[in-house]
């Protein structure tokens, strides 16, 4: 395993390394950072969920206090999973299985997924979820 930004650093571009090359997470990847990856391997296999979160340069270190301009700096743009959507038809993987107690999903299950996802009742135990009221 290893970063897009990995790959380009310590692989020669010159030649094939990888039988495939698989981005999983591929709504947070820009099409451009990608590219290094996917010339270094024979095919390649791009996973992820447009509803997730965008590409962002939030997370990468900065020397200037320009934090907020850059965080944004992607804003807008598409991500690898956008620009291959629109050459190939995806798939949907409808089982979730992450979320320890199936209220934590309920929401997006029904307002982002049209309640197509297949859930899991948690272990038991106290609620995930409480609404609490707080006082001013």
Sequence with gaps: MASPLSVSQLLDGKQRYFDFVIFDEASQVLPEDAVPAILRGDKFVVAGDSKQLP???????????????????????????????????GSYLDWHYRSRDESLINFSNHHLYQDRLVTFPGPGGPPAIDHIVVGH
């Design 55 to 89: 590409p962002t340069t939030f997370f990468c270190a900065s020397d200037n206090d320009d934090s907020e301009e850059e965080a944004v700096a992607t804003e807008g743009y598409e991500s690898l999973l956008d620009t291959m959507n629109g050459f190939l038809s």
